[in-house]
């Protein structure tokens, strides 16, 4: 369903994708792993055009589209079929939950307002957040906030969801409603790409990895494969590593 | 006090007011409307970053920025005649006032949007709005927040520098009182008078400053900045 090839992004001369390459089918969880500063929040922003690539073939629901040469058009008419979650949730601090869900639909989309919020209510509900509706972000939690950007993501009926490091700014004891709601994402076939640090969650929930290191995606592959049978020794490392932190250490 | 200052201020009460509601008040509400808009366009011209038009509006902050109202007031109304152009005092007040005004709200403005964290923008783009919608929507409100005090600061300032609209014949409150002043000669009286009806103004700006941030604050979510 989403195919890349080949994409590079630079910063000042600082190449930070060196030529990557990843492809997802419809239904797949694909998990974002690698060590801090590897480009994968570049290479998420780049899929949703948040960077422009300096280089890159995507093809996207059998369409192919060069991804530095993108129009504001082509760019929109994409974001139709995608979503993003932020690190840093970046609700409207303007605007109420339900009204962080149903902007996008109502101005983007046109949609009346009725319809639109019948649909963010049933969003806000499977984040379990329905009581929440009339609340300001700043009156929500970390973890709370976090469910209403997945709610807004999922009202759009995206094809993909982005997701980068989704539990990272919050508190530990919030992290797992957080997950719990993207792993339910998950059983009901939403495609999403994830960036993680989440060894347990992506190795629960994904159906393949991609890992990433330097500008590189060292690998790409199921994710039973991945963990079971990592033929390299740097991903074996890598996971070794991680694995001594959550000993404790 | 003597009877005769006491008569002279309760007849010259009116009067001063008078000139207070009818100049000094639509002077200065038809000025800062206009500042504000010419604050925001030079604001957006900043931030959008359009080419030609933002040296242009640098170049107009710095000229008044650097020179003082005054000046202004005279250049315009007293030099431009030279060149042909004559034009009324009061809308000449009201021009000068105005892009005077404009060009320091235009920074405060463009601070305040500049403070809008860019995350909201990127949000907005995502579920699938324009530069203009999400703009409009999601960062103009947020900045008006922030650049409601400041922006207060200014209105309040400016209506006292309407004072100077006197000195280009504008008959608003201050030069009533020197009118009444130069008769009389109860200066003390009469200018303690007008300060206090200067005061009065400003205490009902501060007093609507006050609610507008109340409201703002509670279509906000609550967690303003005070300034
Ligand atoms: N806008 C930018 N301008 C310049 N350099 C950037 C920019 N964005 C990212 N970089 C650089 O690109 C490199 C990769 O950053 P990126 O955020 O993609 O890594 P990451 O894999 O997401 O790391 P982390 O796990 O810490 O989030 C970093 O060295 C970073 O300094
Ligand atoms: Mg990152």
């Known amino acids: ?249 | 006090m003597s009877e005769r200052v006491i008569n002279i201020l309760v007849t010259s009460f009116p009067r001063i007011l008078g000139q207070g509601i009818l100049v000094t008040i639509p002077l200065t509400v038809l000025s800062f409307a206009l500042a504000l808009v010419i604050a925001v366009i030079c604001a957006m011209i900043q931030i959008a970053d359009v080419k030609g038009l933002k040296q242009l509006v640098r170049f107009y902050i710095w000229i008044i920025r650097g020179t003082p109202l005054l000046v202004q007031l005279y250049l315009v109304y007293f030099g431009l005649p030279d060149l042909g152009i004559m034009l009324p005092a009061f809308p000449c007040a009201v021009a000068v006032f105005a892009l005077n005004e404009g060009a320091y709200c235009a920074e405060t403005v463009r601070a305040a949007i500049e403070a809008v964290p860019k995350g909201q923008m990127e949000a907005g783009y995502c579920v699938g709005m324009s530069y203009v919608q999400i703009m409009r929507r999601i960062v103009l409100p947020q900045a008006f927040r922030t650049a409601f005090p400041p922006l207060s600061n200014s209105l309040i300032s400016m209506v006292k520098d309407t004072s100077l609209a006197a000195n280009i014949t504008v008959m608003e409150m201050f030069m009533e009182t020197q009118r009444v002043a130069g008769r009389t000669y109860e200066h003390l009286a009469l200018y303690s008078e007008v300060a206090v009806i200067y005061l009065l103004f400003c205490t009902v700006i501060t007093w609507l400053q006050r609610m507008g941030e109340r409201k703002l604050s509670s279509m906000n979510g609550g967690d303003v900045i005070h300034a």
């Open chain 1, 1 to 249: 369903m989403l195919e890349v090839s080949g994409l590079r992004k630079a910063f000042d001369g600082a190449e930070i994708l060196k030529g990557v390459d990843l492809s997802i089918d419809r239904g797949d969880v694909l998990a974002v792993l690698g060590p801090s500063g590897g480009g994968k929040t570049t290479l998420l922003r780049c899929l949703n055009f948040l960077e422009q690539a300096d280089a890159g073939v995507m093809t996207f629901l059998g369409e192919r589209m060069d991804m530095s040469a993108m129009s504001r058009r082509d760019i929109a008419a994409y974001r139709r079929h995608t979503a993003f979650v932020f690190q840093n949730f970046n609700l409207f601090s303007n605007k109420t939950a339900l009204q962080n869900v149903t902007e996008g639909l109502i101005v983007a989309r046109k949609m009346p307002r009725g319809e639109a919020e019948d649909r963010a209510i049933a969003a806000l509900d499977r984040v379990g957040l329905a009581d929440k509706k009339d609340a300001y972000p700043s009156h929500l939690s970390g973890g709370q906030q976090q469910r209403v950007a997945i709610a807004r993501a999922v009202a759009g009926q995206p094809d993909v969801i982005f997701l980068d490091e989704p539990t990272s700014a919050l508190d530990p004891e919030l992290i797992g409603g957080v997950l719990d709601v993207i792993q339910s994402l998950a059983e009901d076939g939403m495609t999403m790409i994830v960036v993680t640090h989440e060894i347990g969650f992506a190795r629960r929930v994904s159906t393949r990895v991609l890992f990433m290191e330097e500008g590189r995606a060292l690998a790409c592959q199921e994710t039973a494969a991945f963990f079971e049978e990592q033929k390299l020794e740097r991903i074996r490392m890598f996971l070794r590593s991680l694995n001594r932190k959550d000993d404790g250490i």
